[in-house]
Antibody
Framework: QVQLVESGGGVVQPGGSLRLSCAAS????????MHWVRQAPGKGLEWVAF????????YYADSVKGRFTISRDNSKNTLYLQMNSLRAEDTAVYYC??????????????WGQGTLVTVSS | EIVMTQSPATLSVSPGERATLSCRAS??????LAWYQQKPGQAPRLLIY???TRATGIPARFSGSGSGTEFTLTISSLQSEDFAVYYC??????????FGQGTKLEIK
């Protein structure tokens, strides 16, 4: 079965950096685009970034553009999110999610359990 | 940016009754809309995509309808496991996805 397991979260000071990982199994990782979606404590969902199946194209929410970098290693079945210049408003649970074709576009059919990032001094 | 607005924020319904959740888009998203369910401490789960197509393994009591700017998620006979938060998401403006703020479905 599909499994997505995030890691790398923790407490970091404002301006600091953190790298999240998402280990994938149960499907052909190299054939699917992948997303990062976050959820601030007690709040709703916010899409963060997307990477195509082969890493050829990457897209970001305006709120993280220029600070976050999404990448993947298909040989390791792993997705990454490098987060730099972190701010208090980046505090959230970060989920990785698998892309799937949905009528007219694409959505997210499997999600990991998330990893908590807390930005605080 | 396409803004998604869900109503109501909280819906109180008794088990066995029908629940109707609404989602409105600030501009047309055609039928490019998905619904997700999230239980406390869990990741979201895809319920519906294409406004009305159930995802794999989703019970038939969940149904979606609408197009353009107005959408509805209906749960025909609420089971105890259905009490959760529900989010709509537009993917028409790919990859600029946007979610609604959520509707909390609670037991009356």
């Amino acid at each position: 079965q599909v499994q997505l397991v995030e890691s790398g979260g923790g407490v970091v000071q404002p301006g600091g950096s953190l790298r999240l990982s998402c280990a994938a199994s149960g499907f052909t990782f190299s054939s699917y685009g992948m997303h990062w979606v976050r959820q601030a404590p007690g709040k709703g969902l916010e899409w963060v970034a997307f990477i195509r199946y082969d890493g050829s194209n990457k897209y970001y929410a305006d709120s993280v553009k220029g600070r976050f970098t999404i990448s993947r290693d298909n040989s390791k079945n792993t997705l990454y999110l490098q987060m730099n210049s972190l701010r208090a408003e980046d505090t959230a649970v970060y989920y990785c999610a698998k892309d799937r074709v949905c009528s007219g576009g694409s959505c997210h059919d499997y999600w990991g359990q998330g990893t908590l990032v807390t930005v605080s001094s | 940016e396409i803004v998604m607005t869900q109503s109501p924020a909280t819906l109180s319904v008794s088990p066995g009754e029908r629940a109707t959740l609404s989602c409105r888009a600030s501009q047309s998203v055609s039928s490019n809309l998905a619904w997700y369910q999230q239980k406390p401490g869990q990741a979201p789960r895809l319920l519906i995509y294409g406004a009305s197509t159930r995802a794999t393994g989703i019970p038939a009591r969940f149904s979606g309808s609408g197009s353009g700017t107005e959408f509805t998620l209906t749960i025909s006979s609420l089971q105890s496991e259905d009490f959760a938060v529900y989010y709509c998401q537009q993917y028409n403006n790919w990859p600029r996805y946007s979610f609604g703020q959520g509707t909390k479905l609670e037991i009356k």
